[in-house]
């Protein structure tokens, strides 16, 4: 039994994860494909890891999620 094996654990970055780092362009793409229906996780797959345990960049998400809801797909012209 190690203990701090476990800490270790905790304390890795989760397999795959791409990090804070992954930056907004890859977030508005990653809500783009959200919006048309298809599966960003597909295409994002280290995003959606990330996403799911940092609610930092979860609630980013959620706000261009929710701007585009409201401003994106309105054709111009
Ligand atoms: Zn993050």
Do not use: Q, W
């Not at 959200?34 to 797959?45: H, I, M, Q, S, T």
Request: aromatic residues 4%; glycine residues 12%; hydrophobic residues 35%.
């Amino acid at each position: 039994m190690t203990e701090h094996r476990h800490l270790d654990e905790l304390l890795r970055v989760k397999e795959g994860d791409a990090g804070c780092n992954a930056g907004e362009p890859i977030l508005d793409a990653y809500v783009e494909l959200e919006l048309v229906g298809e599966d960003p996780a597909r295409v994002f797959p280290g995003t959606a890891i990330h996403l799911a345990s940092c609610p930092g960049c979860r609630a980013d998400h959620d706000g261009l999620l929710e701007a585009a809801r409201h401003f994106g797909d309105v054709p111009s012209g």
